[in-house]
């Protein structure tokens, strides 16, 4: 079948005890912590690498400051894993590391890794929602969530140059499998893996001229999640990016924070699954960024009745 998901991801950043600051009061699990390195680790395993000197197997920063320097991807077998390096070897240099991934650079200048996928499964405990006709949840009153644990990383946002934006879309779709779901003509290609359900397990998004980390994103597992996550990390004085909403294109629900290792973070829940039987759409305009985002009102000044 070929990539199933996003594996591991580096970024190359400056401060690292905000970095895992960020990350702890995001959720995720640090596993291993260095003067120079720290290492988080989702419920499902893939690992977030936090490093002040990346090092050289990884290609130059694509922009200045702190960034995403490679996303690694998780092959389904070591035949497949193989396939895919040797492939990928016909037009640009594949270097291997003694962890098993084979390193290389995509036509943006991204690095991108290919490993065998090693899925933990997650506990996951969805809260039994309760409505008129259709009751689930007994004798039971909520609780806070209070530490949101991401499930996983579940896409990955990359800015790319309109110049050769063709060229960038088709070294994912033709030599790594990866299948366009929405091609927005103005503004980017979504795209699946090929064993991943997830409307989007990646978005490339043009931009006039310049490349760079748009967001990561993270599952968890409801809409409270969502909501309590972004509430931890504001009250925590991480700084929100857009209000919490529900985006068009994958129907999940969403909220945005500012990252210190560049780029934004993303709470996502409740995406669209498609399967073979979901055509690629094709959009010549750009759909509405989102179904609904959070309004209020509650802060002004109340309008004079009539
Ligand atoms: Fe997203």
């Given at each position: 079948?070929?990539?199933?998901?996003?594996?591991?991801?580096?970024?190359?950043?400056?401060?690292?005890?905000?970095?895992?600051?960020?990350?702890?009061?995001?959720?995720?699990?640090?596993?291993?912590?260095?003067?120079?390195?720290?290492?988080?680790?989702?419920?499902?395993?893939?690992?977030?690498?936090?490093?002040?000197?990346?090092?050289?197997?990884?290609?130059?920063?694509?922009?200045?400051?702190?960034?995403?320097?490679?996303?690694?991807?998780?092959?389904?077998?070591?035949?497949?894993?193989?396939?895919?390096?040797?492939?990928?070897?016909?037009?640009?240099?594949?270097?291997?590391?003694?962890?098993?991934?084979?390193?290389?650079?995509?036509?943006?200048?991204?690095?991108?890794?290919?490993?065998?996928?090693?899925?933990?499964?997650?506990?996951?405990?969805?809260?039994?929602?309760?409505?008129?006709g259709g009751v689930n949840?007994?004798?039971?009153?909520?609780?806070?969530?209070?530490?949101?644990?991401?499930?996983?990383?579940?896409?990955?946002?990359?800015?790319?140059?309109?110049?050769?934006?063709?060229?960038?879309?088709?070294?994912?779709?033709?030599?790594?499998?990866?299948?366009?779901?929405?091609?927005?003509?103005?503004?980017?290609?979504?795209?699946?893996?090929?064993?991943?359900?997830?409307?989007?397990?990646?978005?490339?998004?043009?931009?006039?001229?310049?490349?760079?980390?748009?967001?990561?994103?993270?599952?968890?597992?409801?809409?409270?999640?969502?909501?309590?996550?972004?509430?931890?990390?504001?009250?925590?004085?991480?700084?929100?990016?857009?209000?919490?909403?529900?985006?068009?294109?994958?129907?999940?629900?969403?909220?945005?924070?500012?990252?210190?290792?560049?780029?934004?973070?993303?709470?996502a829940a409740d995406m669209?699954?498609?399967?073979?039987?979901?055509?690629?759409?094709?959009?010549?305009?750009?759909?509405?960024?989102?179904?609904?985002?959070?309004?209020?009102?509650?802060?002004?000044?109340?309008?004079?009745?009539?």
């Amino acid at each position: 079948m070929g990539i199933q998901r996003i594996e591991s991801v580096t970024y190359g950043i400056n401060d690292l005890a905000q970095c895992v600051g960020f990350f702890d009061d995001f959720g995720l699990f640090l596993v291993e912590r260095t003067d120079e390195h720290a290492v988080f680790e989702t419920l499902t395993g893939q690992t977030l690498r936090l490093d002040t000197d990346p090092g050289s197997l990884l290609p130059p920063p694509v922009e200045n400051g702190p960034t995403l320097r490679e996303v690694v991807w998780g092959v389904d077998t070591p035949q497949e894993l193989h396939r895919l390096a040797a492939e990928l070897g016909h037009d640009r240099k594949v270097r291997s590391s003694a962890d098993g991934v084979h390193h290389t650079v995509d036509e943006t200048g991204f690095g991108v890794g290919l490993t065998l996928a090693r899925p933990k499964p997650a506990p996951v405990t969805l809260r039994p929602a309760n409505a008129l006709g259709g009751v689930n949840r007994w004798n039971t009153a909520l609780e806070p969530i209070t530490r949101v644990r991401p499930l996983r990383m579940c896409h990955v946002a990359l800015n790319i140059p309109k110049h050769g934006k063709d060229e960038a879309v088709a070294f994912y779709t033709e030599r790594l499998g990866f299948r366009p779901t929405d091609v927005v003509e103005p503004m980017g290609v979504f795209m699946q893996a090929p064993g991943d359900d997830d409307q989007h397990t990646m978005l490339l998004c043009h931009r006039p001229d310049n490349a760079g980390v748009n967001h990561i994103a993270y599952e968890v597992p409801g809409f409270d999640d969502v909501v309590e996550g972004g509430n931890y990390m504001i009250e925590h004085g991480w700084r929100e990016a857009r209000r919490l909403g529900r985006h068009t294109i994958g129907s999940n629900v969403f909220r945005f924070l500012h990252a210190p290792c560049g780029g934004r973070v993303e709470y996502a829940a409740d995406m669209d699954r498609v399967d073979d039987r979901y055509e690629t759409r094709v959009h010549e305009s750009t759909p509405p960024h989102h179904i609904w985002a959070l309004r209020t009102n509650r802060d002004q000044e109340a309008p004079a009745q009539s």
